[in-house]
């Protein structure tokens, strides 16, 4: 099971950390992504970090303003949000890749496809005066 935390209301311009951690297994086998999806549209993927955390990928819309890391002695994967627009409020997902023993998952990261292994509950993120 993945557990998000670190949504919320925030005003244009403003900051959130959202996190994502497993309960019940550890990440250390599974590259993680973030997907978002506000009212009437798509899921889509917002940020992903390989297994060994060496490389990430970002939606164009995110680029400069959000960044994804992940603590593996903590267990946990974060997506720091700068700079936050209206345009970025939604319920925001983590999921997981894998187990993978053999890749780094960087195929997946770089597609930022929603097929995924594992999706969390999600946490909501508004961005609003």
């Known amino acids: 099971q993945l557990v998000e935390s670190g949504g919320g209301l925030v005003q244009p311009g403003g900051s959130l950390r959202l996190s994502c951690a497993a309960s019940?297994?550890?990440?250390?086998?599974?590259?993680v992504g973030w997907f978002r999806q506000a009212p009437g549209k798509e899921r889509e993927g917002v940020a992903c970090?390989?297994?060994?955390?060496?490389?990430?990928n970002y939606a164009n819309s995110v680029k400069g303003r959000f960044t994804i890391s992940r603590d593996n002695a903590k267990d946990t994967v974060y997506l720091q949000m700068n700079s936050l627009k209206s345009e970025d409020t939604a319920y925001y997902y983590c999921?997981?890749?894998?187990?993978?023993?053999?890749?780094?998952?960087?195929?997946?990261?770089?597609?930022?496809?929603?097929?995924?292994?594992?999706w969390g509950q999600g946490t909501q993120v508004t961005v609003s005066l």
């Open positions: 019940g297994y550890t990440l250390d086998y599974y590259a």
């Open positions: 970090i390989s297994r060994s955390g060496d490389y990430t």
């Open positions: 999921a997981t890749k894998g187990p993978l023993y053999f890749t780094d998952g960087n195929n997946w990261c770089g597609s930022l496809r929603p097929d995924v292994s594992s």
